[in-house]
């Protein structure tokens, strides 16, 4: 299984970004994926999260109401819209693969990770 991110950038405080990961394998529609962010200095942390179907989402309190996270099972793809950004968001955002279909906020309970991506928001 590979998780491969894109779509991370440069933006001004206020913008949007959307990145995306790509999983390959067969079986990407049966499993939760989540976003997670690892800023400089500190450790890596929960962001978004989104069952098999996507019928269930969930959000760290401090993106809450700004990101979306979303998925397409026929394009093997999950993605995260990220609006009205702030500096603090700057980071490595991270998907990864939960190790069944409802997934949660644990970072224990992903096995598979991607490289990242760096989002960087300037003030």
């Known amino acids: 299984v590979q998780l491969v991110e894109s779509g991370g950038g440069l933006v001004q405080a206020g913008g949007s970004l959307r990145v995306s990961c790509a999983v390959s394998?067969?079986?990407?529609?049966?499993?939760?994926m989540g976003w997670f962010r690892q800023a400089p200095g500190k450790e890596r942390e929960f962001v978004a999260g989104i069952n098999w179907s996507g019928g269930n989402t969930y959000y760290a309190d401090s993106v809450k109401g700004r990101f979306t996270i979303s998925r397409d099972n026929a394009k093997n793809t999950v993605y995260l819209q990220m609006n009205s950004l702030k500096p603090e968001d700057t980071a490595v955002y991270y998907c990864a693969r939960h190790y069944g279909g409802g997934g949660s906020a644990a970072q224990s309970e992903y096995n598979y990770w991607g490289q990242g991506t760096q989002v960087t928001v300037s003030s």
């Open positions: 394998g067969r079986t990407f529609s049966t499993y939760a």
